[in-house]
């Protein structure tokens, strides 16, 4: 039997963990099995601990995108259906990778055609990113993912006025060829189950040849700093996770944003004993949004992880990090331990396989 395999790019912060939590749970009340494989450039990712939480089975790719960790890829997705045995497998790669049909769809389609049914590939594109924010190497990335696209999906329905950027965002679509374009607010569901009725019923071709100039995509990875921390709070004083979160999201971006470092997305999940949060940002001087706000809770102990994707010098991002840290938690009312504090510039992609 094989599985169906659903690989949804796009870039940074286009919503791409929230389609595939709307996708899951859709398909989970469709009496379908699912497993998630996520991937990052890191480890100690925030979309991993969210579709755990969310009972699903996941699997993560970690220390490179899929292309350039390509048997890990394999092994992630042969672990899924060995111990998930799911009907769908829902595959988010990093959102700084384009390239996927020749490094990721056509190799998977020869390593593992007997075992897996592959999607057309889907890319999203957020119609509120402002992409004129990034360099030119960063746009660039932007610009080959959509234009490898078999669907692209229009996200964040809900948070725009009908209107003038939802028609470019279409026409954005249209210009790179797309055969299918869809609108959909994850947040609110609205419009997921005809995209996820198309790829469920369609097979990808992946006849699309793109044109990638390597050395401008590694400029466009190295154009970003990328931070992932996992780490503990403990207080003398009883305190609001919610409010520690909404703080810490405010103050990196009011840091960043001093300094002229654009966000491409930060993201933030804490624990504590008996309620989880998940908030995060997609630009700078954007809303927080929300996936995980329960009843606040005082606690005097919490647990996190923060992933932060900047287009900064990871010394740079590194240094507003821990200096945010420290002001929003100060020493000796707070202490913060650190189990895992990564930040770092990609390595320029090289792919197991090209073809």
């Known amino acids: 039997m094989t599985t169906l395999l659903i690989l949804v790019g796009g870039f940074l912060g286009a919503g791409k963990t929230t389609l595939l939590l709307s996708a899951a749970r859709l398909l989970a009340a469709r009496g379908l099995k699912v497993g998630i494989v996520t991937n990052d450039q890191g480890s100690d990712l925030v979309d991993t601990a969210l579709f755990g939480h969310e009972q699903f089975g996941v699997t993560e790719v970690a220390g490179g995108c899929f292309c350039c960790r390509f048997p ?9 259906q060995q111990t998930v045995d799911p009907d769908v497998i829902l595959a988010e790669p990093v959102g700084s990778c384009t390239d996927l049909l020749a490094t990721v769809v ?3 389609r020869q390593e593992a055609g007997d075992r897996l049914r592959i999607a057309p590939l889907t890319v999203l594109l957020d119609p509120l ?16 993912q959509l234009a ?25 679509a249209l210009r790179h060829g797309a055969d299918r374009v869809y609108s959909v607010s994850a947040a609110t569901g609205a419009g997921v189950a005809a995209w996820l009725d198309f ?3 369609t097979e990808g071709t992946a006849e699309r040849r793109l044109d990638i100039d390597y050395e401008r995509y590694a400029a466009g990875e190295e154009a970003l700093g990328w931070l992932n921390v996992d780490g503990v709070v403990t207080a003398g004083r009883a305190f609001s996770p919610s409010n520690w979160i909404r703080y810490l999201l405010q103050m990196l971006d009011a840091s960043l944003t001093t300094q002229g470092a654009e966000i491409a997305h930060v993201k933030v999940m804490a624990r504590t004993a008996d309620v989880v949060f998940k908030a995060g940002m997609t630009q700078s001087c954007d809303p927080i949004r929300w996936d995980l706000l329960p009843a606040d809770q005082q606690t005097t102990r919490l647990t996190f992880l923060l ?8 010394a740079e991002l590194e240094s507003v990090v821990r200096s945010t840290l420290a002001e929003l938690s100060p020493f000796p009312d707070f202490e913060i331990d650190f189990a895992r504090f990564d930040c770092f510039q990609p ?6 396989y090209r073809m």
């Not at 890990?72 to 899924?80: F, G, Q, V, Y």
């Not at 964040?156 to 026409?171: E, F, I, M, V, Y």
């Open 129 to 144: 990113r402002d992409q004129c924010r990034f360099a030119a190497e960063v746009d660039y990335l932007f610009e080959r």
């Open 347 to 352: 390595s320029a992609p090289r792919p197991t």
């Open 148 to 172: 490898e696209a078999d669907v692209v999906v229009i996200t964040k329905q809900d948070l725009q006025p009908a209107g003038s950027a939802a028609r470019n965002a279409r026409s954005l």
């Open 199 to 201: 790829v469920m019923t």
């Open 307 to 314: 992933n932060a994707r900047v287009q900064a010098p990871p």
């Open 72 to 80: 890990d890829l394999l092994k992630a997705l042969r672990t899924l």
């Open 106 to 108: 056509r190799p998977l």
